[in-house]
């Protein structure tokens, strides 16, 4: 028997936010990031829903591929490059773009060129140190991939470390080393992730590159996507499997972590941390039942959770609980989380159904 735990992708919400990304953009092009399988979406299901994207971007060759398998014909990038012989032939045989952050690379590129359909994207790094030529190199490494064949002149892209906070002067300080060192350079440029379209839109140059935004959610502390006119993209959901009349004093769950405060009505729900629905939730976290709130009581264990049904009515077995998305921003609970909603999102596991709406 099915546990009638689902997470609903909403393909037109995804459509609609692509529109809203596109309006924020101001006329770049916008490569859609959907990496980690479409960031807990399905990659196929989210390729496919936004064909109107300029390009795509993934992380894995794995990815790559499975984003061609659904149809897209497309540019489509591979943010951390090849690390190998093997990385670097699927990446002709699949004529991916690629990102370029370290010497080994620019070696390889030298000896064995890239397809006519391929593009380079030279990263540099302006402050982040994660990936990337130390930004002085900017020069240098643009003359070594000079001789590299492939589509166009290479794209010059760096990344934000601090985009999601306004005031904090490091994007600002990001950004003009980047201008300083590419000077000159007609090359294309691509800087701004979602948070920096919301906050930098002077960073959006001839690429945007915005992930979370497409979902539906806010990059930014303590806003959700409905302030920039966006719909979330997946709802997870699951279903009442029992009610329980506990009395004062009973405790609920694993640790006995929870005591009723008073005679109350307790619901045990289908979902835990082997869904993804994270264990370190607080006792208050909101849910919806039937659409209306209720809160977590206890722990949350590996397949079940326990609610607190005051003031609520009627509820029986079968009746549905919402525990992000339509009604519930995942922002929110994110907060209750201690946690991102990126890390909620991509950590719905493999058995929760994706149903598409």
Known sequence: MSRNTVARVDLQALQHNLGVVKGLAR????????????????????????????????????????????????????????????????????????????????????????????????????????????????????????????????????????????????????????????????????????????NFPDSCRDFVRPGILLYGISPLPGQTAAAHGLKPAMTLACEIVAVNQCRAGDRVGYGAAFTCPSDMLVGVAAIGYGDGYPRHLRDGAPVLVNGRTATLAGRVSMDLITLDLHGQQGVSAGDQVTLWGEGLPVEQVAEWAGSIPYELICGVTGRVDRLET
């Open 27 to 198: 006329g770049s092009a916008v490569v859609c990031v959907i990496k980690a399988d479409g960031y807990g979406h399905g990659i196929r299901r989210v390729a496919s829903a936004l064909d109107k994207a300029d390009q795509f971007a993934v992380a894995t060759p794995g990815e790559a591929r499975a984003v061609r398998d659904a149809g897209w014909t497309g540019p489509l990038l591979l943010l951390e490059g090849f690390s190998d012989g093997d990385d670097f032939d699927v990446a002709r045989q699949l004529d991916l773009d690629l990102v370029v952050h370290h010497q080994g690379q620019v070696e390889a590129l030298r000896s064995r060129g890239v397809t006519p359909r391929q593009r380079l994207w030279l990263k540099l790094d302006t402050g982040m140190h994660r990936l990337g030529f130390p930004a002085r190199d900017a020069e240098a490494v643009l003359e070594a991939l000079h001789p590299v064949a492939g589509r166009d002149m290479p794209v010059l892209m760096s990344h934000f470390a601090c985009a999601d906070e306004p005031s904090n002067p490091m994007t600002s300080q990001q950004l003009s080393l980047f201008d300083q060192v590419t000077q000159g350079h007609p090359n294309p440029q691509s800087l701004a992730n979602s948070a920096a379209i919301l």
